[in-house]
């Protein structure tokens, strides 16, 4: 099959959140199942020089935008997993994309995203009609990629496109739609028929998402839980009428895991290798993060860790509260995160109220990522709402036990002593406040003293298994059906 993604982020070339660790593992996926994928983005400012041999390709964009036109070069890239078959297309236009960060600088959006990813969809959808090796599917993800269903549509419908592509798009966070001014929509040069309530328009905006829902011959979602919860008013955002109207056309596929980046095994980022059989390695690696994050070094206190975005979503408020309640107890807590100014500076105020017991690190860096990962006994996700979750499922291969909230994809992927006993991997708490996810944490430190049983989740954890292998064959599924 020939199957072209299209995405704002993709691991390992741009990332601020799992979106970019999904379509990155997914491209390479496919390809390993012998299909011809091409997997579009936009060139960021640095992966040129991360990634050498990139190359230029005799091929230009000029396309409308508005009133204007504007122009911009293709690169591209054999991604090493699969050089003969799977092909990244960077879209080099530095006024859009040769910026400090994706979406925004310092905590603020960029005020042309909406300019920015209109243009990015006009050229997915030049490439699915004139690459040469002719997608079959275009699978786009997430709002920034929303619009291109109606591109499609329009240049079918009036621009003589025969056979164009099926196109699937997949929601990996409903809580960002992409809502922009009434005046953007003149940016996409579709017809004013499209700006309807029943496709792009959402109370007088643009809303990119919307369209992308209302126009997509196929939705999927990040977890099956995910696509039940959004066709309800609690979890739909607004859209769930929407999504209700096209619940037939709507799948949730649970996202798999990169077990070649996610690995305990065979992997530099870590102090020591270890793995079910032989955790001595595990131990090696908690005293690592404790020296990095300057905890006192105890072998015998639990470690709570956490990598998040520091928004409502990821419960972070709840945390802080729990730990406040919860600190007084012999554990320590480490957190690898960014996000809005108040919750960052909330953070390090709490590390700096107890040194030695809270570490904090502002920002995103990959490698530290594994060693939190690794060197922590548990792992903390208190999130209001939750599509899919990868934290959880990397927890899981580093036999460090979550604590999740019962939502979303953290409900589909762990299993509480209350479901199952001999299954158990994780601790679920179901109420949206800080008591409940101490008494969540309680529960860990109650388990932690019980060392037999601790060995037994960790065995459980460690053999839990989401492959993107099974996960192919579900979204091939999806591409053909009818």
């Known amino acids: 099959m020939r199957i072209l993604l299209a995405s704002s982020e993709v691991y390992p070339y741009s990332k601020t959140g799992g979106l970019a660790d999904a379509v990155g593992a997914l491209g390479k996926a496919l390809a390993?199942?012998?299909?011809?994928?091409?997997?579009?983005?936009?060139?960021?400012?640095?992966?040129?020089?991360?990634?050498?041999?990139?190359?230029?390709?005799?091929?230009?964009?000029?396309?409308?935008?508005?009133?204007?036109?504007v122009g911009a070069e293709l690169w591209t890239l054999a991604a090493p997993a699969a050089p003969d078959r799977l092909t990244v297309y960077f879209i080099q236009q530095?006024?859009?994309?040769?910026?400090?960060?994706?979406?925004?600088?310092?905590?603020?959006?960029?005020?042309?995203?909406?300019?920015?990813f209109i243009f990015f969809d006009k050229c997915v959808v030049h490439l699915a009609r004139y690459l040469p090796w002719r997608p079959e599917v275009l699978h786009v993800h997430d709002w920034h990629a929303g619009l291109v269903p109606l591109l499609v549509a329009q240049q079918a419908r009036a621009d003589g496109w025969v056979k164009p592509p099926r196109v699937c798009l997949t929601i990996h966070n409903l809580a960002y739609q992409g809502c922009f001014s009434r005046g953007t929509f003149a940016l996409t040069n579709l017809p004013g028929n499209y700006f309807t309530p029943d496709t792009a328009e959402f109370y007088g905006q643009l809303n990119c998402l919307k369209a992308g829902i209302a126009g997509a011959e196929v939705i999927t979602t990040v977890s099956p839980r995910y696509a039940r919860e959004i066709t309800t008013q609690e979890f739909g955002a607004g859209l769930d009428g929407l999504l209700r109207k096209r619940q037939p056309a709507l799948v949730g596929i649970l996202n798999g895991v990169d077990y070649e980046e996610w690995n305990t095994t065979s992997n530099p980022h870590l102090a020591a290798a270890y793995s079910a059989a032989d955790l001595s390695g595990k131990a090696e690696c908690k005293r690592a993060l404790q020296t990095e994050f300057a905890l006192t070094a105890n072998p015998h206190v639990p470690i709570f860790g956490c990598v998040t975005r520091l928004v409502e979503q990821k419960g972070m408020d709840l945390a802080l509260g729990a730990l406040e309640e919860m600190l007084a107890a012999a554990m320590q807590f480490v957190l690898l995160g960014s996000g809005t100014p108040d919750c960052e500076r909330a953070f390090v105020n709490l590390a700096g109220r107890f040194p030695g017991q809270v570490g904090v690190r502002l920002g995103y860096d990959q490698a530290l990522a594994h060693r939190l990962e690794a060197g922590s006994d548990f792992y903390l996700m208190p999130s209001r709402f939750e599509p899919c979750g990868l934290n959880q499922m990397y927890s899981l291969r580093y036999g460090t036990i979550p604590v999740v909230r019962r939502t979303g994809g953290l409900d589909d992927t762990i299993v509480d002593a209350i479901e199952n006993p001999t299954a158990a991997n994780g601790i679920k708490f179901s109420d949206c406040s800080a008591h409940a996810l101490a008494r969540a944490m309680r529960k860990a430190l109650v388990l932690y003293q019980e060392p037999e049983l601790f060995a037994q989740y960790r065995r459980n954890a460690m053999a839990a298994e989401f492959s993107w292998a099974q996960v192919v064959q579900q979204y091939l599924a999806v591409y053909r059906h009818p």
């Not at 991360?50 to 009133?67: E, K, M, S, T």
């Not at 006024?95 to 995203?113: E, V």
């Open 32 to 69: 390993k199942a012998g299909h011809q994928v091409g997997i579009v983005t936009p060139l960021y400012r640095g992966i040129r020089e991360r990634f050498p041999a990139l190359q230029q390709v005799d091929w230009r964009f000029d396309l409308p935008l508005g009133a204007k036109r």
């Open 94 to 116: 530095p006024a859009y994309f040769d910026r400090a960060g994706l979406y925004g600088d310092n905590g603020t959006d960029y005020g042309d995203n909406g300019e920015r």
